[in-house]
């Protein structure tokens, strides 16, 4: 009878003694090695297909800034002060980064739902905050490798001048323009049941978004109406405060206060789509059923 009574006794004294009741997790504090395991695991993966995820992009790049310079930028054309060339590199290194962090972050959840394993993402004991940020991290690290990869490449291509003039827009557009990029990438990967999902949010949002953002050109030679369009697109304030940061010139407005302004409405921005994807991974939205 006294053996009998030692399980009863074990159970109370565990429950009495700290523990947490089954289903709730033991971690009472931040979690830094699971999130810093999980964010391993993200840039390993890209890193072990590195041609396909890093050097790849950065040869369609180059490809695109040859076949725009061929085809719009002969005959010493300037743009805002610059040669075509120095123009539009700025942007494509933009927009190879912001193409790519939305890629790496797109796929790993909606993967883990095709392929049955999104129960490790699920069930480590890393908090919804945890896995948003290890998540994005890994996604806005690649992009940061494309972007190096491209803006190393470009520095050899003839004509192309990229001097640094405004380190904290270079810094503070391209890391939030990857971290936004990110966050949407997630929230794709949520929505997403099948990878022809993601294509038709690649292929309807992202890319028209990018390709009329200003990459190639500067809004001002626009209708008044799309103008006022482009200004409503985010990647635009990207593009053009990543570009300030090397010409010392951008599209946003003709003060520096226009791209300051430009630089609150981008971190704004990512404070409320992260806010919102957020509140979807807590409720488990389309990831647990």
């Not at 033991?26 to 810093?36: D, E, T, V």
């Not at 790849?56 to 490809?63: I, R, Y």
């Not at 004991?125 to 690649?142: D, F, G, Q, W």
Request: charged content about 10%; aromatic content about 12%; proline content about 4%.
């Amino acid at each position: 009878m006294a053996d009998q009574s030692l399980p009863a006794q074990g159970v109370s004294t565990r429950r009495s003694g700290g523990f947490a009741p089954p289903g709730q997790p033991h971690f009472r504090s931040f979690n830094r090695l699971g999130m810093w395991t999980l964010y391993m695991k993200e840039v390993r993966r890209f890193f072990k297909v590195q041609t396909q995820t890093i050097w790849a992009p950065a040869v369609s790049t180059l490809l695109f800034l040859m076949i725009f310079t061929l085809a719009m930028g002969r005959g010493d054309r300037q743009i805002l002060g610059v040669n075509f060339a120095s123009f539009v590199a700025p942007g494509l290194i933009a927009m190879g980064m912001l193409n790519n962090s939305f890629a790496n972050a797109s796929f790993s959840l909606l993967a883990g739902k095709i392929q049955g394993t999104i129960v490790d993402y699920l069930m480590p004991p890393l908090s919804e905050i945890e896995l948003l940020l290890a998540m994005t991290a890994a996604a806005v690290t690649r992009a940061i490798c494309v972007g190096l990869a491209v803006y190393g490449a470009m520095l050899l291509w003839p004509g192309v001048e990229l001097t640094i003039r405004h380190p904290w827009a270079i810094v503070w557009f391209g890391l939030n323009g990857a971290f936004l990029l990110a966050l949407v990438g997630l929230l794709t990967s949520l929505w997403a049941e099948k990878f022809d999902h993601n294509a038709a949010v690649t292929n309807f949002v992202i890319m028209p978004l990018s390709m009329l953002s200003g990459t190639f050109y500067v809004i001002s030679n626009l209708a008044p109406a799309f103008q006022a369009v482009s200004r409503v697109n985010p990647i635009f304030y990207i593009i053009s405060g990543f570009r300030f940061g090397f010409l010392g010139q951008s599209d946003i407005g003709d003060t520096n206060v226009a791209v300051l302004h430009g630089a609150i409405y981008l971190g704004v921005l990512n404070l409320v789509v992260a806010g919102v994807v957020y509140a979807l991974l807590k409720s488990g939205w389309k990831l647990k059923s």
